[in-house]
């Protein structure tokens, strides 16, 4: 008898020892991208627990894979699990926990990883994936797969989990698929030919196979590599490659396309997939070098007669032609001014207005004008008489004013037509109050008229708004997104079309993928994130930050820092001595300021003493 229960110990033992989960050899990969380490743990240890309030929100599935690997020369099939982690708890997110259990045996295998993740996206500007790949499991069972962030919270839990049915047939059948031998790539290519700077353009794109994860892609012409490109698959079924040659690279019209997939059995010795590709129907290149040669003489002949006619004249000043030419990247010939009007709808929103103004003054060397920039000058002159004499030297010049549309805007707006008062926050603690209803009231009538109607442009960042906090009358103009558009509205201010007829001006450094590479571009970058992701994590917070007339009060109050401030200073008033445009003490009371002028120079100098008591605007 004792025999037989040592016999079935053993038979159990081994049993589960067969069972076991394992991972095939090099696949626990601990390189992807935000992942700091990984390794394999036992399922019964214990975590670190914080409040519910501090622990991340659960994950997010993305895809999994049961599929067939070579181990030994062995198949063995295989589970790939990916998931992602949400965008409203990324912040507190420090690792993730996977468990798969063998709902058989009740046999299971925990992986723990650890990040290192501080944006909100990836650097391809995407949601942050994650994966647990080359799980060896057994056909014909049912696994258990869960996953959950750390730290976990004391209470409740954010755990998601499923079910994966691993099919019992198929792994002898699958040695064909593992060599790649049954691969069709289904091959495809766009052909592009740049006259102008005699460039050809060719991208192949193929379908990936199930268990190749990495390719080399070649284009060889005479027997010659012309180009070669290594490529990954990265969870992606259809692969782009592209390619540009100099035409004078190609010596005939044929092109042989080579994709070498690399698959675990057969490794670097895989079948090659092969095919000819003809360029010349898109550009016959003889004609053209012989067309370019003839036209490169004639031009060559007569540049040769001009200079020799005017060494035989007497000195005159002439233009050259190069002076006229249109360079391949527009250069800014002239420093423009703009006049920034917003709202102040949330401390974040703020700080976005400020990082655009300091892209726009050290990157596009463009004079801004804003109320936070130019508070001494708005304190003496008042809110009305700052934003109107700002509005005639604009219409005087070829300068712009920018309107930023946020939710703030559009209220402020509807306020404006009839709907409730609109208190802000940020308003309230500010010093000189709301200046957007103003320059509404002031600078609308003047936009839809039509002489002015060019000094006038309408913006919105998408990311934090939408094109529905435009008020109704901007929907006559064109509405630019930020820092999508930014091009676009950036050639607008300096009145120059971005598109002309047989060119496309550009401006290095300003395009959507290209505005973060500075650092005043980075900190505007980072300070739309910050703000994309507390409006995620408060969905209410435009509601969280109108005020009631009593809380209105309080805010206020504790705005005025100073209750009576005496100040001597002396300001330029920018005008002409006796004109219309200078400040008189009646200007001033509307801010605050009781100004007693001391002495007016003909500089139009003003010496000042002025006492602040701040107005409940």
């Not at 000819?276 to 550009?283: A, S, W």
Request: hydrophobic share 35%; with cysteine.
């Amino acid at each position: 008898m004792n025999h037989v229960f040592f016999f079935l110990c053993c038979v159990t033992a081994g049993l589960a020892d067969w069972s076991s989960l394992r991972t095939l050899d090099k696949r626990l990969d601990c390189r992807q991208p935000g992942l700091k380490k990984c390794e394999i743990e036992n399922c019964s240890e214990s975590h670190m627990m914080v409040p519910r309030k501090e622990a991340p929100t659960g994950p997010d599935w993305d895809s999994d894979h049961v599929g067939i690997w070579m181990d030994d020369d062995e198949p063995h099939s295989v589970v790939n699990v990916t998931w992602k982690p949400l965008l409203n708890g990324i912040r507190k997110l420090r690792g993730s926990v996977i468990r798969i259990q063998d709902d058989t045996t009740n046999q299971s295998m925990c992986v723990q990883y650890s990040f290192g993740i501080y944006k909100v996206f990836n650097p391809r500007e995407e949601r942050w994936i994650f994966s647990l790949d080359g799980v060896v499991v057994e056909p014909g069972r049912t696994y258990t797969v869960s996953v959950f962030n750390l730290p976990e919270p004391e209470i409740g839990d954010y755990r998601i989990e499923k079910q994966i049915a691993i099919p019992g047939e198929g792994i002898k059948s699958a040695f064909m698929i593992i060599s790649g031998s049954l691969w069709d790539p289904h091959m495809s290519s766009n052909l592009s030919v740049d006259r102008e700077h005699k460039k050809l353009s060719l991208v192949l794109g193929f379908e990936a196979a199930q268990y190749s994860e990495m390719y080399k892609v070649s284009v060889i012409q005479s027997h010659s590599l012309l180009r070669s490109e290594n490529i990954s698959k990265e969870n992606r079924t259809y692969l782009n490659v592209p390619f540009e040659f100099d035409l004078w690279e190609l010596s005939q019209c044929d092109m042989l396309i080579t994709i070498h997939p690399f698959f675990i059995r057969c490794k670097n010795d895989c079948l090659i997939w092969e095919n000819t590709l003809n360029y010349c129907q898109y550009y016959p290149p003889r004609t053209l070098f012989i067309k370019t040669a003839v036209g490169l003489f004639v031009i060559g002949v007569f540049l040769a007669f001009l200079v020799w006619s005017a060494s035989h004249e007497e000195p005159v000043i002439i233009s050259s032609c190069a002076d006229e030419e249109q360079p391949e990247r527009f250069k800014v010939q002239e420093r423009k001014r703009v006049l920034i009007i917003y709202s102040l709808d949330h401390p974040l929103y703020k700080n976005i207005v400020l990082k655009l103004c300091a892209f726009l003054v050290t990157k596009c060397g463009t004079e801004v004008v804003l109320d936070l920039l130019d508070s001494t000058r708005l304190g003496v002159m008042g809110r009305i008489q700052w934003l109107d004499w700002h509005r005639r030297e604009i219409e005087r010049s070829s300068d712009k004013i920018l309107f930023l549309c946020s939710k703030g805007v559009q209220a402020k707006w509807r306020a404006m037509c009839g709907d409730r008062q609109v208190f802000l926050r940020e308003d309230a603690r500010s010093l000189v109050g709301d200046m957007l209803s103003p320059a509404l009231s002031l600078m609308v009538p003047h936009f839809i008229r039509s002489a002015s109607f060019e000094k006038y442009i309408v913006a919105y960042f998408d990311d934090v708004c939408s094109e529905e906090d435009v008020p109704s009358p901007f929907h006559i103009t064109v509405r630019y997104k930020l820092m999508k558009q930014f091009e676009e509205l950036f050639f607008r201010i300096l009145d120059t079309e971005k598109h002309k007829p047989g060119s496309v001006n550009h401006i290095e450094g300003l395009s959507e993928g290209e505005y973060h590479h500075c650092p005043s571009g980075r900190d505007l970058q980072d300070a739309i994130e910050a703000f994309q992701v507390y409006q995620l994590e408060h969905p209410q917070w435009f509601e969280e930050e109108l005020l009631e007339s009593s809380e209105l009060e309080v805010e206020e109050s504790s705005a005025q820092i100073c209750q009576e401030a005496k100040i001597t200073t002396t300001f330029n008033t920018g005008c002409e001595p006796g004109s219309a445009g200078c400040i008189s003490p009646v200007e001033t009371q509307e801010s605050g300021f009781t100004i007693n002028v001391l002495n007016l120079s003909e500089e139009c100098h003003m010496h000042i003493t002025a006492e602040y008591k701040p107005l409940l605007i």
